[in-house]
């Protein structure tokens, strides 16, 4: 629809110049013409020059509905996307409004207790710190007198020379 309207607007626009580019002649009865070609009368001349102009009208009235309807379609398309928008705007507005005040509750009970179960920690670092000195206590008893038998033991079986004094003699 808008192709037609757009060649006939076209056709419409250089038919006048299509007039107006050929040749003409004013002729009375009985004279010859100077040339060859159509000769209308003054009445269909006007006839011709009457269409072209409803024609035009036409046109114009098409394209001016056309504009219109374009318009009305395209303010609905930008109203509705205006309305989408602010409903986007809002609801942004909003999760932030709410994440914001979780965090402000989130922060006032971390800071209301922050040690509410320090003193199991506590109580859990010195048994754990305990078990573990005596754990390397009894290790490194055990390898001591592990080692201080079998240094005795070797001596009295005679295997370990014990020498005191010059060792280079």
Same mark, same amino acid.
């Given at each position: ?10 056709? %419409? ?15 009375? /009865? &009985?004279? +010859? =013409? ?6 209308? &009368? ?8 009457? !269409?072209? /102009?409803?024609?035009? @009208? ?8 056309? #504009?219109? +309807? ?6 609905? #398309?930008? *109203? %509705?996307?205006?309305? &989408? ?13 709410? #994440? @914001?005040?979780? %965090? $402000?509750?989130? !922060? +006032? ?18 048994? $754990?710190?305990?078990?573990? =000195?005596?754990?390397?206590?009894? $290790? $490194? ?5 592990? =080692?201080?038998? *079998?240094?005795? @033991? ?6 370990? #020379? ?5 060792? *280079?003699?």
């Amino acid at each position: 629809m808008k192709i037609l309207s757009l060649f006939l607007c076209f056709l %419409l626009i250089f038919q006048t110049t299509v007039f107006a580019a050929g040749k003409s002649t004013t002729l009375k /009865k &009985d004279q +010859k =013409a100077p040339f060859a070609g159509t000769l209308l &009368d003054a009445k269909a001349i006007a006839e011709i020059l009457a !269409q072209t /102009k409803k024609l035009k @009208d036409e046109l114009k009235l098409k394209l001016t509905q056309q #504009k219109e +309807k374009l318009k009305i379609e395209h303010d609905f #398309k930008y *109203n %509705l996307l205006k309305a &989408d928008f602010s409903s986007l705007e809002k609801r942004t507005k909003d999760l932030i409004i709410l #994440k @914001d005040g979780e %965090l $402000v509750r989130l !922060q +006032k009970l971390a800071l209301k207790r922050p040690g509410r179960h320090s003193h199991w920690f506590f109580a859990a670092g010195v048994v $754990v710190g305990v078990g573990v =000195a005596i754990a390397i206590t009894y $290790v $490194v008893t055990n390898a001591i007198s592990s =080692a201080t038998s *079998n240094s005795i @033991d070797k001596a009295l079986s005679g295997d370990l #020379k014990v020498t005191l004094g010059s060792e *280079n003699k």
